[in-house]
Protein backbone atom coordinates (compact mmCIF):
# COMPACT_ATOMS: atom_id res chain seq x y z
CA UNK A 1 0.00 0.00 0.00
CA UNK A 2 1.20 3.47 -1.14
CA UNK A 3 0.19 6.47 1.37
CA UNK A 4 0.99 9.85 -0.62
CA UNK A 5 0.60 12.88 1.30
CA UNK A 6 0.08 15.56 -1.93
CA UNK A 7 -0.90 19.12 0.28
CA UNK A 8 -0.64 22.88 -1.57
CA UNK A 9 1.20 25.43 0.50
CA UNK A 10 -2.28 26.28 2.62
CA UNK A 11 -3.02 22.79 3.69
CA UNK A 12 0.52 22.12 4.24
CA UNK A 13 0.82 25.10 6.71
CA UNK A 14 -1.89 24.08 8.32
CA UNK A 15 -0.82 20.43 8.57
CA UNK A 16 2.27 21.47 10.21
CA UNK A 17 0.75 23.41 12.91
CA UNK A 18 -1.65 21.27 14.03
CA UNK A 19 0.97 18.25 14.45
CA UNK A 20 3.49 20.87 16.47
CA UNK A 21 0.67 22.13 18.76
CA UNK A 22 -0.43 17.49 18.60
CA UNK A 23 3.33 17.01 19.31
CA UNK A 24 3.46 19.70 22.22
CA UNK A 25 0.07 18.36 23.52
CA UNK A 26 1.48 14.85 23.97
CA UNK A 27 4.53 15.69 25.53
CA UNK A 28 3.15 17.72 28.51
CA UNK A 29 0.63 14.93 28.91
CA UNK A 30 3.09 12.11 29.00
CA UNK A 31 6.31 13.68 30.20
CA UNK A 32 7.46 12.39 33.71
CA UNK A 33 6.97 15.49 35.80
CA UNK A 34 10.65 16.20 37.81
CA UNK A 35 11.84 18.05 39.88
CA UNK A 36 12.60 21.12 37.43
CA UNK A 37 8.70 21.36 37.03
CA UNK A 38 7.98 21.17 40.82
CA UNK A 39 10.43 23.64 41.26
CA UNK A 40 8.45 26.24 39.08
CA UNK A 41 5.22 25.67 40.60
CA UNK A 42 3.99 29.06 42.37
CA UNK A 43 2.89 28.17 46.06
CA UNK A 44 -0.80 30.01 47.40
CA UNK A 45 -1.29 30.64 51.02
CA UNK A 46 -0.42 29.80 54.50
CA UNK A 47 -1.09 27.02 56.61
CA UNK A 48 0.69 25.40 59.20
CA UNK A 49 1.16 21.87 59.53
CA UNK A 50 -0.63 19.64 61.41
CA UNK A 51 2.00 16.74 62.89
CA UNK A 52 0.78 13.86 64.76
CA UNK A 53 2.13 11.16 66.75
CA UNK A 54 2.28 7.57 65.52
CA UNK A 55 0.82 5.71 64.44
CA UNK A 56 -1.96 8.24 63.56
CA UNK A 57 -1.02 10.59 60.21
CA UNK A 58 -2.46 13.80 59.50
CA UNK A 59 -5.48 14.73 56.77
CA UNK A 60 -4.30 14.04 53.55
CA UNK A 61 -3.62 17.22 51.57
CA UNK A 62 -6.56 16.37 48.84
CA UNK A 63 -6.29 18.17 46.26
CA UNK A 64 -5.38 21.28 47.63
CA UNK A 65 -2.78 23.87 45.81
CA UNK A 66 0.74 24.05 46.78
CA UNK A 67 1.36 26.59 49.63
CA UNK A 68 4.08 27.79 52.37
CA UNK A 69 3.44 24.92 55.19
CA UNK A 70 5.24 26.74 58.77
CA UNK A 71 6.23 23.02 60.52
CA UNK A 72 6.75 23.71 64.40
CA UNK A 73 8.59 21.20 65.61
CA UNK A 74 10.00 20.99 69.15
CA UNK A 75 13.15 18.68 70.28
CA UNK A 76 12.19 17.07 73.47
CA UNK A 77 14.60 14.73 76.06
CA UNK A 78 12.65 12.53 77.88
CA UNK A 79 12.21 9.58 80.15
CA UNK A 80 10.18 6.63 78.58
CA UNK A 81 9.25 3.25 79.18
CA UNK A 82 11.11 0.62 76.97
CA UNK A 83 9.55 -2.50 78.46
CA UNK A 84 7.94 -3.11 82.00
CA UNK A 85 10.37 -1.88 84.70
CA UNK A 86 12.62 -0.34 82.20
CA UNK A 87 13.68 2.87 81.82
CA UNK A 88 15.34 4.87 78.81
CA UNK A 89 15.94 8.59 78.06
CA UNK A 90 14.90 8.85 74.59
CA UNK A 91 15.53 12.04 72.51
CA UNK A 92 12.51 13.06 70.36
CA UNK A 93 11.10 14.60 67.69
CA UNK A 94 7.78 16.19 68.69
CA UNK A 95 7.78 14.30 72.14
CA UNK A 96 7.49 10.96 70.14
CA UNK A 97 9.37 7.92 69.39
CA UNK A 98 9.26 7.75 65.94
CA UNK A 99 8.74 11.64 65.65
CA UNK A 100 5.88 13.59 64.52
CA UNK A 101 4.56 12.85 61.16
CA UNK A 102 5.13 15.90 58.51
CA UNK A 103 2.24 15.37 55.55
CA UNK A 104 3.28 18.11 52.54
CA UNK A 105 2.46 17.58 49.05
CA UNK A 106 4.87 18.64 45.81
CA UNK A 107 5.91 22.04 45.29
CA UNK A 108 5.24 23.12 48.88
CA UNK A 109 7.27 25.38 50.32
CA UNK A 110 8.23 24.38 53.78
CA UNK A 111 9.32 26.56 56.55
CA UNK A 112 10.91 24.89 59.25
CA UNK A 113 10.82 25.47 62.73
CA UNK A 114 13.09 23.82 64.72
CA UNK A 115 13.36 23.89 68.72
CA UNK A 116 14.84 22.82 71.26
CA UNK A 117 13.13 22.62 74.67
CA UNK A 118 15.20 24.48 77.34
CA UNK A 119 14.70 21.39 79.60
CA UNK A 120 16.73 19.46 76.95
CA UNK A 121 21.29 19.02 77.80
CA UNK A 122 21.82 18.65 73.95
CA UNK A 123 22.37 20.32 70.90
CA UNK A 124 20.50 18.69 67.89
CA UNK A 125 19.58 19.35 64.51
CA UNK A 126 17.67 17.97 61.64
CA UNK A 127 18.42 16.11 57.90
CA UNK A 128 14.96 16.06 56.04
CA UNK A 129 15.90 13.55 53.29
CA UNK A 130 12.85 15.32 51.27
CA UNK A 131 15.10 18.19 51.35
CA UNK A 132 17.15 19.33 48.34
CA UNK A 133 20.21 20.77 49.91
CA UNK A 134 23.49 20.69 52.29
CA UNK A 135 22.68 17.96 55.15
CA UNK A 136 19.02 17.91 54.07
CA UNK A 137 18.78 21.04 56.23
CA UNK A 138 21.24 19.58 58.81
CA UNK A 139 23.68 22.33 58.23
CA UNK A 140 21.32 24.78 58.83
CA UNK A 141 19.27 23.86 61.73
CA UNK A 142 22.28 22.86 64.72
CA UNK A 143 20.37 24.42 67.78
CA UNK A 144 20.89 24.55 71.22
CA UNK A 145 18.83 24.14 74.51
CA UNK A 146 16.27 26.81 74.60
CA UNK A 147 17.11 28.24 71.34
CA UNK A 148 14.82 27.70 68.04
CA UNK A 149 16.61 27.53 63.85
CA UNK A 150 14.55 28.45 61.07
CA UNK A 151 14.95 27.45 57.66
CA UNK A 152 12.94 26.97 54.62
CA UNK A 153 12.72 24.33 51.59
CA UNK A 154 10.33 23.09 48.76
CA UNK A 155 9.63 19.67 48.18
CA UNK A 156 10.71 18.48 44.32
CA UNK A 157 9.82 14.77 45.02
CA UNK A 158 6.84 12.78 45.73
CA UNK A 159 7.59 10.12 47.87
CA UNK A 160 7.82 8.77 51.36
CA UNK A 161 10.93 10.24 53.71
CA UNK A 162 12.76 9.10 56.95
CA UNK A 163 14.08 12.73 58.76
CA UNK A 164 16.62 12.24 61.56
CA UNK A 165 18.96 14.14 63.70
CA UNK A 166 22.39 14.25 62.41
CA UNK A 167 24.31 16.11 65.16
CA UNK A 168 27.65 14.26 66.49
CA UNK A 169 27.59 11.55 67.25
CA UNK A 170 24.82 11.02 64.72
CA UNK A 171 24.64 7.52 65.53
CA UNK A 172 23.86 7.91 69.31
CA UNK A 173 21.14 10.75 68.30
CA UNK A 174 19.33 8.18 65.74
CA UNK A 175 19.66 5.40 68.32
CA UNK A 176 17.80 7.19 71.21
CA UNK A 177 14.97 8.01 69.02
CA UNK A 178 15.53 10.89 66.52
CA UNK A 179 13.86 9.92 63.60
CA UNK A 180 10.15 10.21 61.75
CA UNK A 181 8.54 10.26 58.53
CA UNK A 182 7.84 13.02 56.35
CA UNK A 183 5.34 12.58 53.42
CA UNK A 184 5.48 14.61 50.42
CA UNK A 185 2.42 13.63 47.90
CA UNK A 186 1.64 13.64 44.57
CA UNK A 187 -0.62 16.26 43.02
CA UNK A 188 -3.95 15.62 43.80
CA UNK A 189 -2.75 13.39 46.74
CA UNK A 190 -2.59 9.76 47.17
CA UNK A 191 -5.63 7.69 45.95
CA UNK A 192 -8.05 7.68 49.03
CA UNK A 193 -8.21 4.71 51.82
CA UNK A 194 -10.20 3.75 54.98
CA UNK A 195 -7.54 3.56 57.17
CA UNK A 196 -4.02 5.08 57.17
CA UNK A 197 -1.28 4.35 59.65
CA UNK A 198 2.27 5.59 60.81
CA UNK A 199 5.01 2.58 62.04
CA UNK A 200 8.76 3.05 62.64
CA UNK A 201 11.10 0.36 63.71
CA UNK A 202 14.19 1.14 65.86
CA UNK A 203 17.10 -0.48 67.13
CA UNK A 204 18.10 0.46 70.56
CA UNK A 205 21.33 -0.59 72.26
CA UNK A 206 21.06 -0.45 76.18
CA UNK A 207 23.48 -1.30 78.95
CA UNK A 208 21.64 -4.06 80.35
CA UNK A 209 20.21 -6.92 78.43
CA UNK A 210 16.76 -7.00 77.82
CA UNK A 211 14.59 -6.77 80.21
CA UNK A 212 16.79 -5.82 82.68
CA UNK A 213 15.02 -3.75 85.29
CA UNK A 214 16.00 -0.19 85.83
CA UNK A 215 16.73 3.09 84.28
CA UNK A 216 19.35 1.77 81.10
CA UNK A 217 21.59 4.30 79.56
CA UNK A 218 22.76 4.00 75.95
CA UNK A 219 25.80 1.56 75.67
CA UNK A 220 28.30 2.71 72.51
CA UNK A 221 29.82 -0.61 72.13
CA UNK A 222 26.96 -2.40 71.58
CA UNK A 223 25.82 0.20 69.43
CA UNK A 224 28.87 -0.35 67.24
CA UNK A 225 29.00 -3.55 67.17
CA UNK A 226 25.14 -3.66 66.61
CA UNK A 227 24.16 -5.71 68.94
CA UNK A 228 20.80 -4.59 69.92
CA UNK A 229 18.52 -5.52 73.13
CA UNK A 230 15.83 -4.34 71.57
CA UNK A 231 14.47 -3.88 68.04
CA UNK A 232 11.05 -2.02 68.00
CA UNK A 233 8.55 -0.28 66.60
CA UNK A 234 7.09 2.94 67.41
CA UNK A 235 9.66 3.28 70.27
CA UNK A 236 8.98 0.98 72.33
CA UNK A 237 7.98 -2.59 73.50
CA UNK A 238 4.58 -3.34 73.02
CA UNK A 239 3.39 0.07 71.65
CA UNK A 240 1.32 -1.44 69.16
CA UNK A 241 0.03 -4.62 70.97
CA UNK A 242 -3.26 -5.23 72.78
CA UNK A 243 -5.12 -2.31 73.32
CA UNK A 244 -3.10 -0.16 71.56
CA UNK A 245 -3.35 -2.32 68.67
CA UNK A 246 -4.34 -0.85 65.09
CA UNK A 247 -7.50 -1.45 64.29
CA UNK A 248 -9.63 -1.72 61.12
CA UNK A 249 -13.08 -3.42 59.80
CA UNK A 250 -13.84 -6.20 57.35
CA UNK A 251 -13.48 -4.69 53.86
CA UNK A 252 -11.36 -1.70 54.53
CA UNK A 253 -8.26 -0.85 52.68
CA UNK A 254 -5.62 -0.36 54.63
CA UNK A 255 -2.40 1.76 53.68
CA UNK A 256 0.65 1.54 56.58
CA UNK A 257 3.48 4.22 56.11
CA UNK A 258 6.56 2.34 57.71
CA UNK A 259 9.51 3.61 57.79
CA UNK A 260 13.23 2.50 59.73
CA UNK A 261 15.26 4.42 61.41
CA UNK A 262 17.82 2.01 62.14
CA UNK A 263 20.50 2.96 63.23
CA UNK A 264 21.79 -0.02 62.20
CA UNK A 265 19.20 -2.57 60.72
CA UNK A 266 17.80 -2.93 57.97
CA UNK A 267 13.85 -4.54 58.35
CA UNK A 268 12.05 -7.01 56.51
CA UNK A 269 8.11 -6.04 57.02
CA UNK A 270 5.77 -8.55 56.71
CA UNK A 271 1.93 -8.81 58.23
CA UNK A 272 1.14 -12.41 59.30
CA UNK A 273 -1.94 -13.66 57.69
CA UNK A 274 -1.97 -11.00 54.77
CA UNK A 275 -0.58 -10.03 51.60
CA UNK A 276 0.30 -6.28 50.70
CA UNK A 277 -2.11 -5.76 47.98
CA UNK A 278 0.39 -2.66 46.92
CA UNK A 279 3.65 -1.69 47.94
CA UNK A 280 5.42 1.64 47.31
CA UNK A 281 8.91 0.19 46.95
CA UNK A 282 11.13 2.44 49.09
CA UNK A 283 8.85 4.87 49.50
CA UNK A 284 9.01 5.84 45.40
CA UNK A 285 6.81 5.86 42.74
CA UNK A 286 7.51 2.22 41.82
CA UNK A 287 4.34 -0.02 42.94
CA UNK A 288 4.76 -3.36 43.31
CA UNK A 289 2.00 -5.80 43.83
CA UNK A 290 1.06 -8.83 45.84
CA UNK A 291 3.83 -8.56 48.18
CA UNK A 292 4.49 -11.14 51.27
CA UNK A 293 7.73 -9.05 53.38
CA UNK A 294 9.27 -5.97 51.56
CA UNK A 295 12.89 -4.76 52.60
CA UNK A 296 12.96 -1.16 54.39
CA UNK A 297 16.57 -0.45 54.64
CA UNK A 298 18.04 1.88 57.79
CA UNK A 299 17.28 5.62 56.42
CA UNK A 300 14.25 4.49 53.99
CA UNK A 301 10.91 3.73 54.10
CA UNK A 302 8.06 1.85 52.02
CA UNK A 303 4.37 2.70 51.75
CA UNK A 304 2.14 -0.72 52.09
CA UNK A 305 -1.56 -0.94 51.20
CA UNK A 306 -3.71 -3.90 51.48
CA UNK A 307 -7.40 -4.55 52.10
CA UNK A 308 -8.47 -6.72 55.34
CA UNK A 309 -10.66 -9.37 53.65
CA UNK A 310 -11.43 -11.34 56.96
CA UNK A 311 -11.50 -10.75 61.04
CA UNK A 312 -8.64 -11.76 63.12
CA UNK A 313 -5.79 -10.19 64.76
CA UNK A 314 -2.75 -9.63 62.48
CA UNK A 315 0.98 -9.78 63.39
CA UNK A 316 3.20 -6.97 62.28
CA UNK A 317 6.83 -7.95 62.28
CA UNK A 318 10.43 -8.08 61.06
CA UNK A 319 10.43 -11.48 59.67
CA UNK A 320 14.20 -11.55 61.07
CA UNK A 321 12.15 -13.16 63.24
CA UNK A 322 13.93 -13.52 66.86
CA UNK A 323 13.68 -9.64 66.84
CA UNK A 324 10.18 -10.41 66.87
CA UNK A 325 10.13 -12.66 69.46
CA UNK A 326 12.66 -11.79 71.63
CA UNK A 327 13.32 -8.25 70.64
CA UNK A 328 9.64 -6.40 70.80
CA UNK A 329 9.20 -5.91 66.50
CA UNK A 330 6.08 -6.94 67.00
CA UNK A 331 2.71 -5.38 66.58
CA UNK A 332 -0.94 -5.71 65.67
CA UNK A 333 -4.14 -5.09 63.59
CA UNK A 334 -6.85 -5.92 65.03
CA UNK A 335 -9.83 -6.27 61.96
CA UNK A 336 -13.43 -6.63 62.88
CA UNK A 337 -16.41 -7.90 61.22
CA UNK A 338 -17.88 -11.16 60.94
CA UNK A 339 -16.44 -14.41 61.85
CA UNK A 340 -14.89 -16.26 59.25
CA UNK A 341 -13.71 -19.97 60.57
CA UNK A 342 -11.11 -20.44 58.06
CA UNK A 343 -9.02 -17.99 59.21
CA UNK A 344 -6.44 -17.88 61.79
CA UNK A 345 -8.34 -16.00 64.91
CA UNK A 346 -6.92 -13.02 66.83
CA UNK A 347 -7.21 -15.01 69.88
CA UNK A 348 -5.72 -18.00 69.01
CA UNK A 349 -2.51 -15.69 67.65
CA UNK A 350 -1.99 -14.16 70.95
CA UNK A 351 -2.02 -17.77 72.53
CA UNK A 352 1.00 -18.45 70.78
CA UNK A 353 2.75 -15.82 69.78
CA UNK A 354 2.82 -13.09 73.31
CA UNK A 355 4.87 -15.70 76.13
CA UNK A 356 7.52 -16.37 73.63
CA UNK A 357 8.27 -12.31 73.73
CA UNK A 358 7.31 -11.61 77.49
CA UNK A 359 9.71 -13.38 79.26
CA UNK A 360 10.60 -10.38 81.56
CA UNK A 361 8.00 -9.81 83.62
CA UNK A 362 9.45 -10.84 87.60
CA UNK A 363 12.64 -8.59 87.66
CA UNK A 364 13.22 -6.91 90.60
CA UNK A 365 13.04 -3.19 90.20
CA UNK A 366 15.90 -0.97 91.13
CA UNK A 367 15.47 1.31 93.23
CA UNK A 368 15.28 5.35 92.42
CA UNK A 369 18.16 7.23 94.84
CA UNK A 370 16.65 9.75 97.96
CA UNK A 371 17.20 13.18 97.01
CA UNK A 372 18.25 14.44 100.50
CA UNK A 373 19.37 17.68 101.11
CA UNK A 374 21.23 16.94 104.54
CA UNK A 375 24.98 17.39 104.88
CA UNK A 376 26.54 14.59 103.05
CA UNK A 377 29.60 12.38 103.73
CA UNK A 378 32.32 12.22 101.07
CA UNK A 379 30.94 8.74 100.71
CA UNK A 380 27.39 9.95 100.60
CA UNK A 381 28.36 12.64 97.79
CA UNK A 382 30.32 9.82 96.04
CA UNK A 383 27.48 7.75 96.31
CA UNK A 384 24.51 10.57 95.19
CA UNK A 385 27.25 12.00 92.46
CA UNK A 386 27.23 8.24 90.56
CA UNK A 387 23.64 7.94 90.26
CA UNK A 388 23.46 11.34 88.79
CA UNK A 389 26.28 10.70 86.93
CA UNK A 390 24.52 8.29 85.22
CA UNK A 391 21.20 10.60 84.43
CA UNK A 392 23.00 13.66 83.50
CA UNK A 393 26.76 13.57 82.08
CA UNK A 394 26.65 9.51 80.94
CA UNK A 395 24.88 10.06 77.52
CA UNK A 396 28.49 12.79 76.67
CA UNK A 397 31.03 12.06 78.36
CA UNK A 398 30.18 7.93 78.63
CA UNK A 399 29.76 5.27 81.16
CA UNK A 400 33.43 4.85 81.90
CA UNK A 401 34.13 8.47 81.43
CA UNK A 402 36.08 7.98 78.44
CA UNK A 403 34.38 9.98 76.35
CA UNK A 404 33.94 9.85 72.20
CA UNK A 405 36.59 10.96 70.60
CA UNK A 406 35.87 14.37 68.48
CA UNK A 407 32.75 14.86 69.97
CA UNK A 408 32.69 14.59 74.35
CA UNK A 409 36.33 14.85 76.04
CA UNK A 410 36.94 12.26 78.21
CA UNK A 411 36.69 12.74 82.49
CA UNK A 412 38.56 9.97 83.09
CA UNK A 413 42.18 10.85 83.95
CA UNK A 414 41.22 14.39 82.40
CA UNK A 415 44.22 16.72 82.68
CA UNK A 416 41.64 19.80 82.38
CA UNK A 417 39.71 18.15 85.28
CA UNK A 418 42.52 17.28 87.34
CA UNK A 419 44.34 20.86 87.06
CA UNK A 420 41.22 23.13 88.03
CA UNK A 421 38.55 22.14 89.94
CA UNK A 422 36.98 25.40 89.62
CA UNK A 423 37.06 25.29 86.00
CA UNK A 424 35.00 22.05 85.93
CA UNK A 425 32.75 23.49 88.44
CA UNK A 426 32.16 26.63 85.80
CA UNK A 427 32.00 24.14 83.10
CA UNK A 428 28.52 22.13 84.88
CA UNK A 429 27.04 25.25 86.62
CA UNK A 430 27.31 27.35 83.07
CA UNK A 431 28.63 24.84 80.50
CA UNK A 432 31.48 25.06 78.01
CA UNK A 433 31.62 26.23 74.71
CA UNK A 434 35.26 27.16 71.98
CA UNK A 435 37.92 24.48 71.69
CA UNK A 436 39.48 23.09 74.44
CA UNK A 437 42.17 20.70 74.92
CA UNK A 438 42.09 17.40 77.10
CA UNK A 439 45.05 14.71 77.26
CA UNK A 440 46.68 16.53 73.90
CA UNK A 441 43.41 15.99 72.09
CA UNK A 442 40.94 19.05 70.87
CA UNK A 443 37.52 19.26 71.32
CA UNK A 444 35.17 22.18 69.57
CA UNK A 445 31.60 21.51 70.84
CA UNK A 446 29.11 22.46 73.02
CA UNK A 447 28.08 21.52 76.61
CA UNK A 448 24.88 22.84 77.87
CA UNK A 449 24.91 23.89 81.26
CA UNK A 450 23.20 21.09 83.35
CA UNK A 451 21.01 22.61 85.45
CA UNK A 452 21.96 21.24 88.78
CA UNK A 453 21.63 22.17 92.48
CA UNK A 454 25.22 23.54 94.25
CA UNK A 455 24.65 20.28 96.45
CA UNK A 456 24.11 17.67 93.07
CA UNK A 457 27.06 19.63 91.33
CA UNK A 458 29.17 19.02 94.30
CA UNK A 459 28.05 15.31 94.31
CA UNK A 460 28.51 14.58 90.68
CA UNK A 461 32.17 16.09 90.59
CA UNK A 462 33.38 14.36 93.71
CA UNK A 463 32.40 11.13 91.83
CA UNK A 464 33.93 12.29 88.93
CA UNK A 465 37.13 12.77 90.72
CA UNK A 466 36.57 9.84 92.60
CA UNK A 467 36.68 7.73 89.69
CA UNK A 468 38.75 6.52 86.80
CA UNK A 469 42.07 7.27 87.40
CA UNK A 470 41.29 10.85 89.25
CA UNK A 471 42.89 13.09 91.72
CA UNK A 472 40.21 12.40 94.02
CA UNK A 473 39.83 16.22 94.86
CA UNK A 474 36.65 16.89 97.07
CA UNK A 475 34.01 19.52 95.82
CA UNK A 476 31.88 21.31 98.32
CA UNK A 477 28.37 22.34 98.36
CA UNK A 478 30.38 25.69 99.19
CA UNK A 479 32.84 25.71 96.42
CA UNK A 480 29.77 25.45 93.80
CA UNK A 481 28.01 28.23 95.74
CA UNK A 482 30.97 30.99 95.40
CA UNK A 483 31.08 30.05 91.59
CA UNK A 484 27.37 30.31 90.83
CA UNK A 485 26.80 33.98 90.40
CA UNK A 486 29.37 34.02 87.43
CA UNK A 487 28.66 34.19 83.64
CA UNK A 488 28.67 31.05 80.86
CA UNK A 489 32.99 31.15 79.97
CA UNK A 490 34.44 30.02 76.86
CA UNK A 491 36.93 27.48 77.15
CA UNK A 492 39.43 29.73 76.28
CA UNK A 493 39.14 32.29 78.73
CA UNK A 494 39.15 29.27 81.73
CA UNK A 495 41.90 27.20 80.13
CA UNK A 496 44.67 28.10 82.69
CU1 LIG B 1 19.89 15.01 68.21
Redesign the pocket.
Known sequence: MEITFNFNKQSRVVAIAFFVALGLFSCSKNEEKDAKYYESIKIEGQKTAELTAPPFVPKPVGDRAATKLVVNME?KEQEGEMVDGVKYTY?TFGGSVPGSFIRTRVGDEVEFHLKNHPDNK????IDLHAVTGPGGGATSSLVAPGHEKVFNFKTLNPGLYVYH???APVGM?IA?G?YGLILVEPEGGLPPVDKEYYIMQGDFYTKGNYGEQGSQPFDMNKAIKEQPDYVVFNGKVGALTGDKALTAKKGETVRIYVGNGGPNLVSSFHAIGEIFDKVHIEGGDMINKNVQTTLIPAGGAAIVEFKVDVPGTFILVDHSIFRAFNKGALGMLKVEGDDNKLVYSGTTQEGIYLPEGGTIQNMPKVKGSAQSVAVKTVAEHVKAGKELYGRTCLACHQSEGQGIPNAFPPLAKSDFLNANSGRAINAVLHGLSGEVTVNGEKFNNVMTSQNLTDDEVASVLTYVYDSWGNNKTVVTPAMVKTLRGKVALKAKDIHE
Not at 122 to 125: L, V
Open positions: IWMPHNCATHNM
